[in-house]
């Protein structure tokens, strides 16, 4: 089992940047074993895919609507996944979540197997 800690979430003003961070941890884990996604969930709406990262060779992919302003990486080193958000716009506002899942890198909610607890993000204008 895998334990997911994120941190970075807060308040930020329209087009600014936060960075995100996540560490997971566990009994026998190896981090660079795992693909890693981010998701976000707004106020009654549902959890949705924003951006994920292979195992290995740390491949990327991104949804449409943070494409160009979101970057996701990872340090296998520091068993950590960030998340660059940059241009920051009122829809971002969210409940953030990383996501681990033992193998290739998928992007439906369901393929993830470890969940954080979520870091609140809010974009005030």
């Known amino acids: 089992q895998v334990q997911l800690v994120e941190s970075g979430g807060g308040l930020v003003q329209t087009g600014g940047s936060l960075r995100l961070s996540c560490v997971a941890s566990g009994r026998t884990f190896t981090f660079s074993n795992y693909a890693m996604g981010w998701f976000r969930q707004a106020p009654g709406k549902e959890r949705t895919f924003l951006a994920g990262?292979?195992?290995?060779?740390?491949?990327?992919y991104y949804a449409d609507s943070v494409k160009g302003r979101f970057t996701i990486s990872r340090d296998n080193a520091k068993n950590t996944v960030y998340l660059q958000m940059n241009s920051l716009k009122s829809e971002d506002t969210a409940v953030y979540y990383c996501a681990a899942r033992l193998g290739p890198l998928l992007t439906t909610k369901g393929s993830f197997g470890s969940w954080g607890q979520g870091t609140p993000v809010t974009v005030s204008s």
């Open positions: 990262i292979s195992r290995g060779s740390g491949s990327t």
